[in-house]
C-alpha cells in the first residue's frame, strides 16, 4: 500500500503515518488539546473521504450527498442519548444498520440514472433526510441536541478520554484504508474498475454491473456512517446542518486534493484542507477568498491530487536510481 | 438449432431498424450476415446480446426463451458478442482486460480480499485466450496503447474467454490492415470447429471463403438466406447488394 520507504510518496506517507501515531503524546506535551481536537476532526473526516473515494474513484459514482451517511452516523449516537441510552454497541449498530439500509434504498434508485442525475438525485436525497431532521421538533429540529455523553462500550473502551477516541478513530482509519488496499486489488475491485470504464462491455462479459455498483455504494455509506458515529462522539453535538451539501462539496474538494482513485489519497486531501482551512482563517477574516482560489488552483493544476504529484516525483526519483 | 429470431421488429423514430427479421442459425459453422451501411445489422446483434430491446419478436437460444433474459445473463449461457467498434477497458493491461473475462466465467465476484494478480490460474487460462488471437506478446501492455489492428484481436479474445457457445461477431476486420485481416479469417476459420459463429462482414472474400449459409439483411428486413453460392447467384440480392 505504501510502496517503498526510499520513494517520495512512500517517504511522505510514511512519516504522516508515524505522526499519526505519535501525535497525542507530542501534544500533551506540548498542552495544545486544540491540536488534538483538530487531528481527531481531520481523522474522522478522513475515513468519510475514504468511504466517497471508494464509490467515486473506483466505482465511477459521484455523489454529491454523502453528507447524509455522517449525519445518519451522528444521529445514531445522538437520539439514543437523548434517550439515555448510552450503548456504545447500539449506537455503532445504528449508524451501519442505518447508514447502510439508506444507502440501499437511495442506491436503487440512484443507480438507475446516470451522470449529472445521479450527482442531482444523491443530493436531493440527502436534502430530504436533511428537511426531515430540520422538521422533527423533538430532536432539536433547526438547533439540533446537545450530547451529554459519548457512546459507553462498557470497559473496554473510553471515548470520553480525548486520546483514547482519537486512537479509536485512528485505528478505525488505518483498517478501511487497508480494506481498500485488498477490495481494489481483488476480483470485486477489478469488476468496479472495469464497469467505470466501460459498464457496456462489462454487461457483455456477463457481469451484473447494477448489483456490483449498489454493493459498492452500500459499503461506501456503512463507511461513512461509522465516520459519522465517531464525529456526533467527537463534537458531543449533533444538528441537521452536519448533513448540509455543502459539507457533501467539501468532502468532494478533500478527495480531489488528495487524488480520486489513490487508496491514500484521502489522507493528504483532508488534512490539507482542514489544516489550511484552519491557517487562512487564523490569519484572516477574508480567507474564504483565498482559500476559494487556492482551491481553485489545486485542482486545475494539481492533476491527480497531491497523491498524483507524489507519483510524479516517484517517477522521477525511478529515473535518477 | 442454436438460435432462432421470430418476427423481431425494432424502430428508432421514423427508421425502421429491424423489420420481421426471422432467422435461424443451426448449430456449427459460420452464418453470416450481410447488408449495406444502415442496413441495420448491428441492430440486430445488439438485440441479440440484449443491449437492446427490440419492440416485437421472440428469441430462442439453445432451446431457451431469451427474449426477456438481461445482457449479462445471455453471457452466462453462451451468447456472447463483440463491437463493431471496439469496446475494451483502456486502463487496463492487455492481460487484465481477458482476465476480467475469464473471472466472469467463475462464478460470482464479490471477493474482497485476494489480489488477482497473484492468481496464477486466472492469468494462465486468460494468456491462453491471448496466445489464440495472437496477442500473447502484448500481454503486459496496456489496452490503449496497442495498435487499433491489436485492439481488434484483444476484443476476440475477450470474447472467446467466455467460451461463447454462438459468437456474434460484428465486423471483426473493420479497420484492421490486409495482413491483419488474413490473420483473422485464419482465426476464424479454426474457431468454427468449435464453436458456433454469426458473422457481421462487409469484407466479401472474408464471407465467402468462411460462411456456410448467408443472410443479406437490407432495410431492416432479410431479403434472402442461402449457402454462399446461391446468394452470390441472387438477382435480388445482386441488385440490392452485390451490384454496387
Ligand atoms: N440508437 C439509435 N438511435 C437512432 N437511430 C439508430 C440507433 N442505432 C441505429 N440507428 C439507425 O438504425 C439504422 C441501422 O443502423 P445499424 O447501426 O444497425 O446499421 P449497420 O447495418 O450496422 O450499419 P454499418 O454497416 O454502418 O455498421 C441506421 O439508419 C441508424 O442510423
Ligand atoms: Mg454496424
Known amino acids: 500500500m505504501i510502496g517503498t520507504l526510499s520513494k517520495p510518496s512512500g517517504l511522505v506517507y510514511s512519516t504522516v503515518i508515524v505522526l499519526l501515531l505519535i501525535a497525542p503524546v507530542v501534544i500533551s506535551l506540548m498542552e495544545h488539546s486544540f491540536y488534538l481536537d483538530l487531528l481527531t476532526r481531520i481523522l474522522i473526516l478522513t475515513i468519510a473521504v475514504v468511504s466517497l473515494n471508494l464509490i467515486v474513484g473506483y466505482g465511477g459514482m459521484i455523489s454529491l ?23 456504545g454497541y447500539i449506537h455503532l449498530g445504528l449508524a451501519i444498520g442505518g447508514s447502510a439500509l439508506f444507502a440501499l434504498v437511495t442506491g436503487i434508485i440512484c443507480l438507475r440514472t446516470r451522470g449529472l442525475y445521479f450527482i442531482l438525485i444523491t443530493l436531493a436525497f440527502t436534502q430530504m433526510l436533511y428537511y426531515t431532521f430540520v422538521s422533527i421538533e423533538e430532536y432539536g429540529a433547526d438547533d439540533g441536541l446537545v450530547i451529554y455523553q459519548r457512546s459507553e462500550f462498557g470497559g473496554l473502551l473510553d471515548i470520553e478520554n480525548a486520546n483514547t477516541l482519537y486512537y479509536a478513530v485512528l485505528v478505525v482509519l488505518l483498517l478501511s484504508l487497508y480494506l481498500m488496499h485488498r477490495l481494489i486489488h481483488a476480483r470485486y475491485g477489478k469488476v468496479l474498475f472495469g464497469s467505470k470504464h466501460n459498464d ?4 457483455s462479459l456477463g457481469y451484473n454491473t447494477y448489483q456490483y455498483k449498489l454493493s459498492c455504494y452500500v459499503i461506501s455509506g456503512t463507511l461513512c456512517g461509522i465516520a459519522g458515529f465517531f464525529l456526533g462522539n467527537f463534537t458531543n453535538y449533533i444538528s441537521p446542518e452536519m448533513m448540509d451539501w455543502t459539507h457533501s462539496g467539501e468532502l468532494i474538494f478533500m478527495m480531489v486534493i488528495g487524488g480520486t482513485g489513490a487508496v491514500l489519497g484521502p489522507v493528504l486531501g483532508t488534512a490539507t484542507f482542514l489544516f489550511l482551512e484552519e491557517f487562512l482563517s487564523s490569519i484572516t477574516v477574508y480567507w474564504h477568498l483565498i482559500f476559494g482560489l487556492l482551491l481553485i488552483a489545486l485542482v486545475m493544476f494539481g492533476k491527480g491530487g497531491l497523491h498524483g504529484l507524489l507519483s510524479r516525483m516517484d517517477r522521477r526519483w525511478e529515473k535518477s536510481q | 438449432m442454436m438460435l432462432e429470431v421470430k418476427g423481431l421488429h425494432k424502430q428508432f423514430g421514423g427508421i425502421h431498424a429491424s423489420r420481421d427479421i426471422n432467422l ?26 440484449g443491449a ?45 482486460n481477458v482476465m476480467l473475462a475469464v473471472q466472469s466465467t467463475e462464478g460470482h465476484s464479490y471477493r474482497f480480499w485476494a489480489p488477482v494478480s497473484q492468481d496464477a490460474e486466472l492469468k494462465e487460462k486468460a494468456m491462453q485466450s491471448l496466445s489464440e488471437v495472437g496477442l500473447g506478446n502484448r500481454a503486459d501492455q496496456m489496452a490503449g496503447e496497442i495498435s487499433h489492428g491489436e485492439q481488434r484481436q484483444l476484443e476476440i479474445a475477450m470474447a472467446l474467454a467466455l467460451k461463447p457457445k454462438l459468437l456474434l461477431l460484428d465486423e471483426p476486420m473493420a479497420g484492421m490492415s490486409k495482413e491483419e485481416s488474413a490473420n483473422m479469417i485464419e482465426l476464424l476459420k479454426q474457431l468454427k470447429g468449435e464453436t458456433t459463429i454469426l458473422l457481421v462482414e462487409h469484407d466479401m472474400d472474408a464471407v465467402f471463403s468462411l460462411a456456410d449459409t448467408t443472410s443479406v439483411l437490407v432495410n431492416g428486413h432479410i431479403i434472402a438466406t442461402g449457402s454462399t453460392d446461391e446468394i452470390r447467384n441472387n438477382a435480388e440480392v445482386q441488385k440490392a447488394y452485390l451490384g454496387d
Open chain 2, 24 to 49: 435461424v442459425v443451426e448449430k456449427h459453422g459460420v452464418h453470416a450476415i450481410i447488408g449495406p451501411n444502415g442496413a441495420g445489422k448491428t441492430t440486430l446483434i445488439a438485440q441479440l446480446s
Open chain 1, 200 to 203: 457496456e462491455r462489462m454487461q
Open chain 1, 65 to 87: 450527498g454523502h453528507a447524509a451517511y455522517l449525519g445518519i452516523g451522528a444521529y445514531s449516537v445522538g437520539i439514543p442519548s437523548y434517550y439515555e441510552v448510552f450503548n
Open chain 2, 52 to 96: 437492446l430491446k427490440p419492440d416485437a419478436g421472440r428469441l430462442r437460444f439453445d432451446n431457451t426463451d431469451i427474449t426477456h433474459m438481461s445482457r449479462h445473463r445471455r453471457a452466462h449461457a453462451g451468447l456472447v458478442r463483440s463491437f463493431q467498434i471496439t469496446s475494451i477497458i483502456l486502463p487496463m493491461s492487455v492481460l487484465e
